[in-house]
């Protein structure tokens, strides 16, 4: 019998040992559901913390205002080397203009009639958010305004991601009444080595090669 084996024949045999009332114990489900920041110092540390989380896991982070979300976003996308990006529906058009502005660079629309090849070519795809978490370094995406599809973010291997300030929350169940439950949620953390099954290319005898994605999330406020 291994150590873990033990430890939960021990469970098991306490659990047994009490009276049936005692065996069940309610759980409440609103803890720290509705524990707003407070105070600017107590959003300051959040984002702190966020920012942490994002960077020990390899992501790269700016923060900025909103009248330069379009600067920061320029120079991300030029630093990586991006010629093409992808941009969802309902992604605020001045986020890309600076960067759009040069004529070699393309802006890609984030719809189902896409190729393939053309997915796999996009150098990044440029995204707002749902929600973030502090303490786990993750950003939440639930397909809404200027937030795609999974697929779609999934095949480019830059993602950067703007988030506003008010969005972050210190733990999951804060975040938690912010989705929409009836859509498909997509969790993510910082840059994570990601293959596409369906894909011919990046096979090397037989086996997909792995590339590392790269995330750059941008804080506004």
Known sequence: MTSREDFLRRVRDA??????????????????????VTSAEDQAAVIELFTERLEHYGAQ??????????????????GHGAVSAL????LPEDWLSDWAAAAEHRVLDDQPQL????????????????????DAGTLILDGGPGQCRRDAAVLADCHICVVRA??????????LDKLDPRRSITWFGGPTVMTDPEADTGRVGGVIEETERR????IVG
């Open 15 to 36: 659990l047994e040992a009490l009276p049936d009332d005692e065996r069940t114990v309610p759980v409440p489900r609103n803890y720290q559901r509705h524990a707003p």
């Open 61 to 78: 982070v700016h923060r900025t205002d909103a009248e330069q979300v379009s600067t920061t976003i320029d120079v991300a996308l030029r």
């Open 87 to 90: 941009a969802p529906d309902g």
């Open 115 to 134: 190729s393939v090849l053309d997915r796999e070519r996009t150098d990044a795809v440029v995204t707002a958010c749902a929600g973030a978490v502090a």
């Open 166 to 175: 008010d969005q972050i929350d210190h733990s999951l169940p804060q975040v």
């Open 215 to 218: 995330l750059i999330v941008v």
